[in-house]
């Protein structure tokens, strides 16, 4: 590039931009690298969230059964509720419980598998399904009789059985006639304690399992006529029966429970991948002063040759334009590669299996991320070597000083607006999202403020008596110093590195600090209140130690609080989950195990008036009541206006029978309905008493803790996974912010180990001042990261996902020591090629 043509198009532009970066291109790599982590994993996480969240929409009539679901509680409809659904369309009914499966004499070799499995037995009508087909392992399932039985593979395998063997549920023994292969409505009937079975209905009443009082959910689908309007219908049916207590769903949330979870997540980890592409930004930043450092003796050519301002801008715009094309060409070609790769690893995993993993818009918005990204870090250094005068740039080893021109500020202003609009526009929930960016900017923010206090605290200290030390501390201040560089890098690092440890750790011990060691051995579903003294007298026999407590159960739901009904709330209230749906209830004439008495008083035992509540105390500060309020909740089928009597602090940790609502007794106690149970057992479990129970009682179902522990510890070991999975592209941006510092430093400080070793400095003495320079740095910046590291683990524990705060102490500190020496090393590593630089080498390129 010795020469400038007359004519300067962008063709001639682009032509000496292509010549030198043909030459140069090692010199972007850094540019390409951080481009690239930060789009692929924005379009990865965007494109793999909306192809799951967009499969469960697509077949919403599928995974929900129908075009429409009325599903209630304890009860079935009446002939004039059915009567009114089959004039909306064709109608299907099913069945759902919580059932014991058993073997049956000759199924199995004896001894193999348990006795006795907890399942959902579904009992289905000859319409089902509706929409999908009901398939088993070789073949569509036929209709089924009374006395048959398709089951889950899991089943199968815990009871060791098969097709062609028996199955008993209650007083009744079933055929099995194949092992499912596709339940179509399974991701609409949601979280599940165990595998399926389904037989017809006729074939659950012939269990004896449904008596008055049992837990059991009655489902309606509707198929609708085409062009059918499912909110018109849904409005009808609430209409014609106001005070039915329906929960009715539609095609378009099939699953709103799977689909909000992923919906979170998804932008929880969108925005952790947003996190890593702006702190991959300033890597960027880096690299391109690092680049155009090097190229300053040609651009200082290009000007005393007639190269104007423009031409430069335009040169180098090219060069950095084209690399940053092709790295979020390359990060979003990962974004389409990845969610395939996944989809096809982990498919088993996910509630539906995406057909169609390709989605335009996370590719689209990754894109714009990352051009907004690169025009926002890019821009400023390249505008200031466009502006700096031809003997600036050729004394700039020396003379340091950052201009800042008004082109700059507008075009730093203007992206960034952009791209905080584009990041809330693009976020399910714009506040939770403007909060994480919010705070990734502070920490920034921070950490620059930190930077440019070390620097003035060492330009204003004492001399040191040591030359290796007055070394040290001159390379903070001096002209050219890398300071605030290194301690954003080395800040953004270690801060992530305590982060993901407190996250992964705090969801490791999330199971092992919550569950006490009093926490129940097992619950037991549905026992008949006239066998109650039974149930007693037999565990009382097997196991004379047991600690048993029995209370009430029913189904009940939350319809009006503060004179509104919540149907006609446009959203619930923040962390209003027990609106959703039904909710146990139960009813007492003392204070239940686990909760505290905070306001108000409880209730006489012999109490016969008005029906009262006793109510959890977040949940009143929630809906915004209190002691002397009304609530109404419907309890099969009849709305009970009652007053709040007290508030309780509810100890959901003890894993007992916590409920939000206790009635007192004389409101529900002639209702029908069941008792539940949970027996603490002294040393290990006792088979011999869970055999005698489903013998007396072959209505009961016994749930094991530590299944469900199991099931919720496996779930947790993946959001871990997802999570540090994420962060760790975090840390690399981290890192990568680093070596572009260091590489932005790169000729200053090999001009300074040559100058040193001319002195007499050995290498290791160069190496040690640089290595004693890092120290120091991490060591003020330890106690900064564990602060700010702690604080986001806790924002994302407790507020995001609302578990329990538990990080591993010892895990957080060993992680930060860690991580320091890690980024120790990387820069000791990066400054190792500086110390084999010839002096006369150096000393040309002044």
Not at 146 to 151: D, L, Q, Y
Not at 738 to 763: N, W
Not at 786 to 806: K, M, S, T, Y
Request: charged content about 15%.
């Amino acid at each position: 590039m010795s020469d400038v043509p007359e004519a300067r198009g962008w063709s001639t532009h682009w032509r000496l931009a292509r010549r030198d970066l043909a030459r140069s291109f090692r010199g972007l790599r850094l540019l390409f690298i951080c481009l690239f982590l930060g789009v692929a994993t924005l379009a990865t996480i965007g494109s793999l969230t909306a192809a799951i969240t967009g499969e469960i929409s697509s077949r919403g009539r599928e995974l929900l059964g129908g075009d429409v679901e009325i599903a209630l509680s304890q009860r079935e409809v009446t002939a004039e509720q059915k009567a009114a659904f089959r004039r909306e369309g064709a109608l299907s009914e099913t069945v759902r419980l919580r059932a014991m499966a058993q073997r049956s004499v000759g199924a199995a070799t004896p001894g193999e598998g348990p006795a006795a499995v907890l399942t959902e037995l579904k009992g289905v009508d000859g319409a089902y399904p509706l929409y999908g087909s009901l398939t088993v392992q070789g073949s569509r399932a036929a209709s089924l009789g009374p006395g048959e039985v398709v089951i889950g593979q899991a089943l199968a395998d815990r009871l060791t059985i098969r097709t062609g063997d028996a199955l008993r549920y209650g007083n009744a023994s079933f055929l099995i006639r194949g092992i499912i292969a596709d339940e179509p409505d399974r991701v609409g009937e949601g979280f599940t304690l165990g595998p399926v079975a389904i037989t017809t209905i006729e074939g659950v009443r012939r269990t004896g399992l449904i008596q008055p009082g049992s837990l059991y959910t009655s489902k309606y689908r509707l198929r609708l006529p085409p062009q059918t309007d499912v909110e018109q219908v849904r409005d009808r049916l609430k209409q014609a029966f106001p005070e039915a207590g329906f929960e009715i769903k539609d095609r378009e949330r099939a699953a709103p429970g799977t689909s909000r979870f992923f919906e979170r997540l998804g932008q929880f980890l969108s925005l952790i991948g947003l996190a890593a592409l702006a702190i991959a930004g300033i890597g960027v930043s880096n690299g391109v002063t690092s680049y155009l450092t090097l190229k300053r003796n040609g651009i200082a050519t290009l000007k005393i040759l007639g190269a104007t301002s423009g031409d430069i801008a335009r040169i180098y715009l090219l060069q950095i334009g084209a690399v940053a094309a092709v790295a979020i060409l390359c990060g979003l070609g990962a974004g389409v590669i990845i969610p395939f790769a996944l989809v096809r690893a982990i498919g088993d995993l996910l509630p539906v299996q995406p057909a169609n993993v390709l989605s335009v818009t996370p590719l689209v918005v990754s894109g714009l991320y990352g051009l907004l990204i690169a025009l926002l870090f890019t821009l400023p250094p390249l505008l200031r070597a466009r502006t700096t005068p031809a003997a600036g740039l050729f004394r700039e080893t020396v003379d340091n000083q950052r201009r800042v021109d008004r082109l700059t500020v507008v075009t730093v202003t203007l992206t960034s607006l952009v791209l905080l609009v584009l990041a809330l526009g693009t976020a399910r929930e714009p506040l939770f999202a403007a909060a994480v960016l919010a705070a990734v900017g502070a920490v920034v923010v921070l950490l620059l403020g930190i930077g440019y206090a070390l620097r003035v605290a060492a330009r204003r200290m004492p001399p040191a008596r040591h030359p290796f030390l007055r070394l040290v501390v001159a390379n903070l201040h001096r002209p050219g110093a890398q300071t605030t560089a290194l301690v954003i890098a080395l800040g953004l690092g270690l801060t992530l590195f305590v982060t993901l440890a407190a996250i992964q750790s705090s969801l490791s011990n999330e199971m092992r600090t919550t569950v006490p060691e009093t926490a129940p051995d097992q619950f037991v579903l549905d026992i008949p209140m006239a066998q109650q003294q039974a149930f007693r007298a037999l565990v009382a026999q097997h196991a004379p130690h047991a600690e048993l407590n029995l209370v009430p159960a029913l189904r009940g739901t939350i319809v009006a609080f503060a004179g509104q009904r919540v149907s006609d709330l446009k959203a619930l209230p923040e962390g209003a989950w027990f609106l959703r749906g039904e909710r146990g209830v139960t009813y007492s004439d003392v204070l239940p195990e686990g909760s505290e008495l905070v306001e108000g008083q409880w209730w006489p035992s012999s109490y016969s008036g008005p029906p009262l509540i006793s109510l959890d105390r977040e949940a009143a500060q929630i809906m915004g009541v209190g002691v002397g309020d009304s609530l109404t909740v419907s309890v099969l089928g009849r709305e009970i206006d009652a007053r709040i009597a007290s508030l309780r602090q509810v100890n959901w940790e003890t894993m007992g029978f916590n409920y939000i609502v206790v009635f007192s007794p004389n409101t529900l106690r002639t209702a029908p309905h069941s008792l539940t149970a949970t027996i603490s057992l002294p040393g290990t479990s006792n088979p011999a008493m869970t055999r005698a129970l489903l013998s007396a009682f072959p209505s009961i179902s016994i749930i094991e803790v530590s299944d469900v522990l199991t099931q919720v510890t496996t779930l947790l070991g993946y959001m871990s996974t997802a999570i540090v999975l994420a962060g760790s592209v975090t840390i690399l941006a981290g890192i990568a912010v680093l070596i572009g510092a260091i590489a932005a430093s790169r000729q200053r400080r090999a001009y300074d180990s040559v100058i040193l070793k001319v002195l007499g400095a050995t290498r290791g003495q160069i190496l040690g001042a640089q290595a004693l320079e890092y120290a120091l740095l991490a060591t003020v910046l330890a106690g900064v990261a564990l602060a700010l590291g702690l604080g986001a683990g806790w924002f994302v524990i407790v507020r995001v996902f609302e578990f329990h705060w538990a990080p591993d102490w010892l895990l957080v500190l060993a992680t930060l020591a860690g991580g320091a020496i890690l980024t120790l090393g990387i820069g000791l590593v990066g400054s190792i090629p500086l110390l084999s630089v010839r002096p006369a080498s150096a000393f040309r390129q002044v």
